[in-house]
């Protein structure tokens, strides 16, 4: 009786030294040091959460940048991919009509190579960053969309151009673009356009 005393005080004790002392700690650390990054990256704009950095979304209109392909629509809950193999015929069916929206919608012929990034769903679904590629792919749909003249196409490429982000520790991954934000700055850019 006397070790099931002492071995269920030592439960206790490192239930409320690892189960909750030790995960408070750490999270007012983190929270301390990494406010944004630790309350989801969350974007806002006129004091209104309209996203995170961290989850890609859906964007239809033709005058915003595109997402990745999503299979899960976007939806956090059961984030996942098609898992459909190169040997699927519904993979291919997707891939081509992926492809013949994105020539129809960007003015593009078919001899245009389209990054892969547009074509391929991500393997989580709710990837938020596609490749400067594909952001520059998508240049042409937004200048005819938003009546951009030349100047304004040259400042949408520029646009582009502050938004990549390096690879990870110059080593990690690939350059890529935020579409949540390179979106938000669109339309700062676009009404700044507007009033010139």
Do not use: C
């Not at 074509?119 to 749909?141: C, K, M, T, W, Y």
Request: charge should be positive; aromatic fraction near 6%; glycine fraction near 8%.
């Amino acid at each position: 009786m006397k070790n099931f005393i002492i071995a269920l005080k030592l439960v206790v004790l490192m239930t409320i030294l690892l189960g909750i002392v030790y995960p408070l700690v750490i999270t007012g650390i983190t929270r301390a040091i990494f406010p944004h990054k630790t309350n989801g990256s969350l974007l806002t704009m006129n004091g209104k959460v309209i996203g995170s950095a961290l989850i890609g979304q859906k964007f239809e209109s033709q005058r915003y940048f595109w997402s990745r392909p999503s299979a899960v629509d976007y939806n956090p809950l059961p984030s996942g991919g098609s898992n459909l193999g190169p040997t699927s015929a519904d993979l291919e069916k997707h891939i081509t009509q992926r492809r013949s929206m994105l020539f129809a919608a960007n003015g593009m012929s078919e001899g245009t190579i389209i990054p892969p990034d547009l074509l391929f769903a991500s393997a989580s679904g709710l990837d938020p960053h596609i490749s400067p590629e594909a952001a520059r792919f998508q240049v042409n749909r937004i200048v005819r969309e938003r009546g951009f003249d030349r100047n304004g196409e040259n400042e949408l490429y520029k646009l582009i151009d502050r938004h990549v982000e390096p690879r990870a520790l110059q080593l990690l991954g690939e350059p890529r673009v935020n579409v949540l934000k390179l979106n938000l700055s669109l339309d700062s850019l676009g009404a700044k356009l507007e009033r010139k």
